[in-house]
């Protein structure tokens, strides 16, 4: 075994700066008001974690403050968790702000333990998040080294102890209720509490402190719950400034995007429904629903329906942070390389035209035709689903165009006029009855010639003698 | 029979007057006897403007067995801003599978222009053909560009008034109508001289009678 940690101690304010580092210093405080989370520009003003708001505020008039959102963090570690899993398949989320990867069984598949640290330092960064890592062969020691010795690489038990021994205990105390303090005694480093005999450490503080360090050097068992996916896609994002155009959230939606297909990838799914909610600074939400035709985990596509669809409505101003959410997911059989490879790639961009075209102007402006077993014109044909397939009927002779609304002619002696009287070539067609909807017609149709040669489609409606164009033949 | 070697010296480039250059991407059949054997069809790859003289004159039917071949591959034949309802059972009677047809109607002449650029960019398209009346010479070379190197037929209507506008389109087709014959034009070809006055002219007849 052979564990890698990702500690993020800059979470609260990472999930936070989304974009581009700002240029005001930003804080972020828990209830006590104490700053827990800085961001570079605070830092450079002096401000330190652990200080007073009011303290802070001596250093800088300007800072900007948010509260701790404990929630968004695990969000953001399950978001990190999701993102590995294409490089393990044991991972366990360890809270307030580590992830645990068992990278041991992977390390032949990715050639190098060198290669395939560095695949995950990049799969970290596009996250937009800066981790501190450590190898070690226990889960325990890993987090340890992280948190204070960060990079450090441990391949066995016997080099741990060079590394982990000079760590403060403090790393202990942090789970011990009884009331003093190792350090308070004189025990400083994890080195001098593992010399101490067991007998007296644990007379003296329970046995909390043997049991962190029986774990750490690998002499006690230390099973770690592993992150299992959840059942659908559930993720949100703060923007780093309130956004009131498409541009200026298109990053972050970006970003969330490609958060929901790494989740689809692992689980070797597509999304065909999902939710997309701006909140803004009032906490109202829009939501936008999408519907594909094809399931798709392609994050590109995906970004560009949501483009496209925000684009054509109007988005709320001020919007502070962006909820994705996938409502239905529909497996996606992994592609094999077929005979034919093109067949399916076909297939899946002929569905990601319609949801495109879609998105952009409007599910009922893109639709297909189908022929109904009707015999009135208007009604043997159909809007229909694209691709839906047809039914065969035997057909008469008909007009290319069809008018929407049949266009009432003047007449003058029962000839029908159209830029000038209208020769019939054809006809009379008669089509009439529709009793059982109560849309009863009684028409002769006609194929005629207008004086400039176009050829029309006409009727007249033999209950009112009134003449229609009703089709063009073009 | 002297200038064959001089011919063969020169380089494949130089363009050789007369001589016609085949369309690279190919052509589909028009399912018009004289059309098929003047110019091999319609061409692939590259646009066309067409404009009718005047509407119901059989201007879109030029197209219509072209489609119904091109239906029969599984892509998409996308039809954007049709002016009238393409009535079903017209093109289901003509060979046409509907259910490869798809409608796009667009609010704004940008739309529309966008609409038929995605179907030609999208690789899941046989034909993309749309009805643009004021259609700009900027979106003409983006449909162009889109379309360039794709086995997709392409082609746009234009309004019958302008035929005196010169759009930078590689194709410009003519349909007019004299004496009960539908007659085509091809003003301009790429790689071709014009050719005038192809007759289509029992285009109206086998059109009432449907297609063998």
């Known amino acids: 075994m052979l564990w890698l940690c990702l500690s993020f101690p800059n979470l609260p304010i990472d999930i936070f700066s989304i974009g581009e580092e700002t240029k005001e210093p930003v804080v972020i405080i828990e209830s006590t008001n104490t700053i827990i989370a800085s961001n570079n520009t605070s830092q450079h003003f002096g401000i330190k974690n652990g200080m007073t708001l009011s303290a802070a505020y001596v250093l800088s008039n300007f800072i900007q403050i948010k509260h701790r959102n404990k929630n968004q963090e695990i969000k953001k570690l399950e978001e990190v968790a999701i993102s590995l899993f294409k490089y393990s398949s044991q991972i366990s989320i360890r809270l307030p702000s580590s992830v645990l990867v068992e990278i041991g069984a992977s390390i032949k598949l990715f050639r190098s333990t060198q290669h395939l640290t560095n695949q995950i330092a990049k799969t970290i960064t596009d996250l937009g998040l800066h981790a501190h890592t450590a190898l070690s062969p226990t889960p325990l020691g890993a987090i340890w080294l992280s948190l204070y010795r960060t990079d450090t690489t441990a391949f066995t038990i016997n080099d741990l102890s060079q590394y982990i021994d000079p760590l403060p205990t403090s790393i202990i105390e942090s789970g011990n209720t009884s009331g003093m303090q190792l350090h308070d005694v004189g025990i400083k480093t994890i080195g001098q509490l593992a010399r101490i005999p067991r007998s007296a450490v644990t007379q003296r503080w329970g046995t909390y402190a043997l049991d962190q360090l029986d774990r750490a050097f690998g002499k006690k068992p230390d099973p770690q719950r592993p992150f299992s996916l959840p059942e659908h896609f559930n993720s949100e994002i703060s923007l780093n400034l309130p956004a009131s155009s498409v541009e200026e959230i298109l990053f972050g939606i970006h970003r969330i995007i490609q958060s929901m297909t790494a989740y689809l990838q692992v689980k070797q799914r597509g999304v065909t429904q999902f939710e997309l909610s701006l909140i803004n600074e009032k906490k109202l939400q829009h939501d936008f629903k999408f519907k594909l035709s094809v399931p798709s985990r392609n994050p590109k596509n995906l970004t560009h329906l949501v483009q496209e669809r925000l684009n054509r409505e109007s988005i709320p101003s001020r919007i502070e942070s962006v909820h994705l959410r996938s409502v239905q997911e529909i497996a996606i059989t992994p592609s094999s390389h077929s005979l034919l490879p093109h067949e399916e790639q076909n297939e899946l961009s002929r569905g990601h035209l319609i949801d495109q075209l879609q998105a952009r102007l409007g599910e009922k402006s893109v639709y297909g035709i189908t022929v109904c077993a009707d015999h009135r014109p208007e009604k043997s044909w159909g809007e229909t689903i694209p691709g839906n397939h047809q039914q065969h009927i035997k057909l008469n002779h008909r007009p290319s165009w069809l008018l929407r609304i049949p266009k009432a002619l003047t007449s003058a002696s029962d000839i029908p006029h159209l830029r000038g009287p209208l020769t019939i070539i054809d006809g009379p067609e008669r089509i009439e009855t529709g009793w059982w909807d109560d849309q009863d017609i009684k028409r002769d149709y006609f194929i005629a010639l207008t004086q400039d040669h176009s050829q029309v489609w006409i009727y007249k409606d033999t209950t009112s003698n009134h003449w229609f164009l009703h089709g063009i033949f073009a | ?212």
């Open chain 2, 1 to 212: 029979m002297e200038s064959a070697p001089l011919q063969s010296t020169l380089p494949a480039h130089i363009w050789r007057g007369k001589e016609h250059k085949l369309n690279p991407l190919g052509y589909v059949p028009s399912g018009f006897t004289n059309i098929d054997e003047r110019i091999h069809g319609w061409p692939l790859g590259t646009l066309m403007e067409i404009v009718p003289h005047q509407i119901g004159i059989g201007e879109f039917s030029i197209l219509i067995p072209a489609l119904a071949r091109l239906s029969q591959d599984s892509r998409w034949i996308l039809l954007v801003c049709p002016p009238h309802i393409p009535y079903a059972p017209f093109l289901s009677r003509m060979g046409v599978d509907t259910s490869k047809v798809i409608i796009t109607h667009a609010q704004n002449i940008n739309d529309a222009g966008w609409c038929m650029e995605q179907g030609l960019r999208s690789n899941s398209c046989s034909a993309v053909i749309g009805w643009i009346p004021q259609i700009t010479e900027k979106m003409i070379r983006r449909l162009q560009l889109a379309l360039e190197a794709k086995k997709v037929l392409g082609a746009f209507f234009t309004k019958p008034m302008t035929i005196y506008k010169n759009n930078p389109t590689p194709w410009r087709i003519i349909v007019r109508q004299a004496d009960n014959e539908t007659l085509i034009d091809i003003p301009k070809r790429r790689g071709g001289s014009p050719i005038s006055g192809i007759s289509i002219s029992n285009l109206l007849h086998q059109t009432c009678c449907g297609f063998a």
